[in-house]
Structures are given as C-alpha cells and as structure tokens.
C-alpha cells in the first residue's frame, strides 16, 4: 500500500470510530430529558467528563496549526495563548460555579437565555443570540477549514480539499444532532488520549530526530534566532508587551463567557466538579508549548514558508520524518482537534436559536419543538458554514478578526448585569452597542492593536463606561422580582435568606 | 424580600497569582538570558506560571473547603 492509502486507512477507521462513539454516548437515553439533556448533558457530567470535555474544546486545531504557524513567524507572542487561558481557568474558579448554579436555579441552557432571564425581556436573548452567531460562526468555518488542510496533507494529497471540508463537516453533524454534548464528551475522550500521546511522542521525537537532542535544539535556537524569543517577536509583528498583556486579560475574561465555555459549565453534575477543573485544566496547558517549540524547530527543517503555509509548519516536520501509520494517527489527533470544538460550537448555535430566537415563534414554544428547532438549526448552521468555506472563504476570515473581541463585549450585560442589580437594561444595551461599534470600527480600519493594546479591552472599556453612565443617568428599571430570582451568586457560599435579619444556614 | 448575602472569602486572592505571573511580570521576564536548563528565560518562566497556576488554583478550592466546614 502507498503511504497515502495506509494513512488514509488509518484516518476512515477513526472517523467512522469517532461518529460511532458520539452516537454511543447516548444510548438507552432514547431521545428523552429534552432540551436540557440535548444542550447541556442533563447537566450530569462529573468532574472527569467535565475535564475532557473542557479541554477538548478549548484545544482546537489552533493548537496543531495556528499556534506551530505563529511560533514560526513570531515566536514569543505565540505564547498569549498559554497565559489567557491559565488565566481564564482562574477567573472560572468563580464564575463557572455562579452561572452553573444560576442556570440550575431557573432551568437555563445558554448565556442567551440568561441574559433574558435578568433582564426579564426575551428579545434580548434573540438580539443576543443572532450577535453570538455572527461572532461564532467563522469558528465552525475555521475548524472546517483546519481539518481541512490536515486531512489532505496526511493523505499526502490523496484526499482533496474540497472532500475534506465536507468529511469535517459530516462526521462533527453525525452525531452532533443526536447526541449533542453528552456525544462531544465521549469524543472528546478519544481526542484527549490521541492529543496527549502524539504531542507527547512529537515533543520527544522531533528534536531528537532533527538536532540530535533537547540542548541541541534549543542551543541553535538561542544562538541563531534570538528574535524569536521574546516580545515582541520576529519581524515587525506588532505584538508587544502591551498587546500581550491587554490580549491576556481581555481573553481571560471572555473565554468564561464564551457560549461554548458555558455550555461546559452547564453541563456539570455539581459545582464543586468545576472548582475542581479550575485546578487540572491548567495542567493541560503545558501541551501547548509542544507545537509552539516544534513550529520553531520547523524553521530549521522547513525554512521559508510563508502565508497559510506556515500553518502546516508542524505537519511539514512530520510528514517529512514519520512512517505513514504514524502520519495517519497524528493526523486524526488533529482532525478531532478540530471535530470536538467544532460540535460544540454548532451545539451551542442550535441551542440558543432553539431557545431564544425560535421559541419566541409560538409554535415553537414548547420544550420538545425547541429540542427539534435546535437540532434543525445545528444542521443549517453547519451546512451555512461549510458553503461559506466553499463558496467565500474571506467573508469568514474577516468576521473572525472580530470574533473574540466582539463576543469580550456582553462582559458587562452578562456578568456585570448578574451581579449588579442597578445595571439597567437601556446602560447594558447601550454599552453592547457601543462595545461592538468600536470594534468593528477599530479592526475594519485596520486599528487592532490600537497604539500597541487590544482594541477590544479598549472598546470593553468604552462599553463599561457607557452602560455605566447610561444606567446611573436614568432612573432603575422597575421589576418586582427579588434579588435572589434575578441575580446569581456563588453555590455553596452565598446564603440566600428570606429576611434581611440574619443569616440562614446552608 | 430574599437577600443574598456573600461571605469574605479572602482565599480567591489566589487566583490573581496567575494575573501577575504571567501579566504582571511581563516587563521583568521579557528576556533571553538566563538560560534556564536550555530554555530561553521567557520560555521558562512561562513554563514555571503554567506549573504554577494549579497551585494557586488548589489553595483558593482549600480555603473554600475550610471556610465551608468551619460554617
């Protein structure tokens, strides 16, 4: 057999094993417990599930290609990456356990139907819900087209792009639609096993194979490509350390909000099983610095890549030295890097139009119509994104730009607003509106980093102090519910009394 | 009216050690040299805050765990 059929092989029987494992999942569950059971695993995940849940989709294929690809072009910014998401592990120490508790309380699903739950207006929540979206949807195009460029490089060009689009794609709606994040959980399990092993094996091999050894390699790096090694990187990358900082921070606090972040959240038996992941998550960070460390070995082996290209720096090192077997299982490892987050990221569009934007139809209002909107939704997003790579692949590209930072601005309507009875909901709206203005203004002009910082902390800045001023300058809004059915607090510590007088007990 | 009441819990102080780590410190760490065991300084130290992060993380769930049990 040519290296391509072996490697080629090896990829079919885990994608069919993948697509079998998600249906798995959810056997002799029979398509009960309704939408809750669908979007958030009928919020039964222990804290093991949660783990590999969580990791699953926080390790996207950025991990294999983007992050190699920076550490070759730049190197040190690359490692911003590490930072925010240690970072944003710490800040989900305290919110992940309120929005749990939250979401629990008042049998909510998504940040979506949170926001309208506060705000007691459930338009907010369909406004919200076609912003997220926006936000979201070149997420699904970027995992396409990352499985994508994987697939056909491991079968050393035997599959074309075009059909692996389509494979990532049918083998992530496979099972997605039925078996929604229980099935992304036992995917994910596969996933974390293949991540851990290959960048394990890579991370050894790799410098052994090409330099001799560890000291070799980091010797010639420290001697011949001193620019990579610190802030602001090689080249004129723009990336300094306020860029580095302001990214960190404003991440940090925006993964905890990340409509796929809390769909993990939510999925948890208890909260004390997401306190605990706020301790192992980080641990899996130290992967990270494999593909980061081997995309700079690859300007040794593979200078002069350039563009996209240097997004396969660490498959070009692999191909180059692997039998094909080897390529073959890398290969899936990455391939699922890009199917876990991508089901999940389609989960969660499914389950906040369900929710928020189709129920408000009242047709759809009822709890199994909202399952089945959902999953048709979750079909439509996924067939949207997969023409959209076809068909205009830059409209994406352009919209990711702004993805994050985008998202970064329901900070203060969302946690600000679950915390604070004062926000109003015309200083919150306001601030959303603002927030995003400025930074599709900042990025579209080509403004980002503005004066070497984030535009998006500065543009979250901007919303803070509009929703702040808009909410003090009007009077409150007038709601008659308690404190209690409108704000979260911490499961476990909070007390909730039903008098001001004196404290209740646990 | 149901109130919620928040207890101190001045052990989430712990979680800002990875703000400093690995923001804070930025300007101090943004070096080649040292070279610790082969790495590059700012890789290292980088590595360190990644070690360390779960660290802090566990002391902030302790003090949960002990603010919980003297309740």
Redesign the interface.
Known sequence: MSAGAVATSIFAVFMVLTVALGLLAVRGRGGQGGLAEWSVGGRSLGAVFIWVLMAGESYTSFSYLGAAGWGYNFGAPVLYVVAYMSCGYAVGYVVGPMLWAYAREHGLVGITDMIAHRYGRPWLGAVVAVLATVFLLPYIQLQITGMGVVVSTISYGSISLNWAYFLAFAVTTGFVVVSGLRGSAWVSVLKDVLVIATLGFLAIYVPLHYFGGYGEFLDRVVAEKPDWLTLPGAGDSGYGTAWFASTSLLNALTVVIFPTTVAGYLGARNADALRRNAIWLPAYNVLLFVPMLLGMAALFVVPGLTGADSNLALFKLVTDALPAWAVGVIGVAAALSSIVPMAVFMLVIGTMWGRSVLSLVPRLHSQPRQKAASQTVVVIAGTLALILTYAAPNTLVRLSLISYEGMAQLLPMLLLGLVWRRLSLAGAVSGLAVGVGAVCALVFTGNDPVFGVNAGLVALAVNLGVALAVTWARPADVDGRADAEVLASDPGTAVVTSGTSRAGCA | ???????R?PH?LW?????VL??GA??FV???EP?VL???F??AW??A???L??V???L??RG?LK??AG?
């Open positions: 009216m149901a109130v919620i009441r928040r207890p819990r989430l979680l800002l050690v990875p703000f690995y923001i930025l300007p943004n070096r080649v070279v082969g790495l590059p700012f890789f980088m590595l805050a990644t070690v992060t779960p802090a993380a566990y902030t769930w949960d603010a919980r309740r």
